[in-house]
C-alpha cells in the first residue's frame, strides 16, 4: 500500500460510475480517506 496521501481527506462525486469509482479506489489505494457520493445508494 502506497502512503502518499496518508492523513489526507479526498471527496469523491460520482463514486457509483466508472471514472469516479476508479479515483475513489486510487486514492484510496494511496492512503488517502476517501468520502463517496452518488445519485443513487445502489451505485456506492
Do not use: F, H, W, Y
Not at 479526498?10 to 480517506?33: C, F, H, M
Request: avoid cysteine; hydrophobic fraction near 50%; charge should be positive.
Amino acid at each position: 500500500m502506497d502512503n502518499r496521501l496518508a492523513g489526507k481527506v479526498a471527496v469523491v462525486t460520482g463514486a457509483g460510475r466508472e471514472i469516479g469509482k476508479g479515483i475513489a479506489l486510487g486514492l484510496a489505494a494511496a492512503g488517502a480517506d476517501v468520502v463517496i457520493a452518488s445519485r443513487t445508494l445502489e451505485q456506492v
